[in-house]
Nanobody, 117 residues
Framework: QVQLVESGGGSVQAGGSLRLSCAAS????????MGWYRQAPGKERELVAT???????RYADSVKGRFTISRENGKNTIFLQMNSLKPEDTDVYYC???????????WGQGTQVTVSS
């Protein structure tokens, strides 16, 4: 099974930055589309950003210009650089993977991001 482990969450003040990491066991890693999602209590999990196996990135409108998703295939890791953080970015952030040609997403356990005003 695919194992995903997120790290890098924490507490920052509005305007600050955090960098999230997700280490994946998926092999070959380059065959997987990857993404970051977030979820607040009582809400559905929402897409933050995705990056395809070929490196194409997409972002939710709410984070465009502030967040950057990237992947380092040699280390089987994706990142989410979060700048200009806002209190509304406070959520648990989850890493997700989906092998090309499949519809099943795998999830990590999540990492908490808290942004204070």
């Amino acid at each position: 099974q695919v194992q995903l482990v997120e790290s890098g969450g924490g507490s920052v003040q509005a305007g600050g930055s955090l960098r999230l990491s997700c280490a994946a066991s998926a092999r070959p890693f380059s065959n997987y589309n990857m993404g970051w999602y977030r979820q607040a209590p009582g809400k559905e999990r929402e897409l933050v950003a995705t990056i395809s196996s070929g490196g194409s990135a997409r972002y939710a409108d709410s984070v465009k210009g502030r967040f950057t998703i990237s992947r380092e295939n040699g280390k089987n890791t994706i990142f989410l650089q979060m700048n200009s953080l806002k209190p509304e970015d406070t959520d648990v952030y989850y890493c997700s993977s989906r092998r090309m040609g499949t519809t099943t997403n795998y999830w990590g356990q999540g990492t908490q991001v808290t942004v204070s005003s």
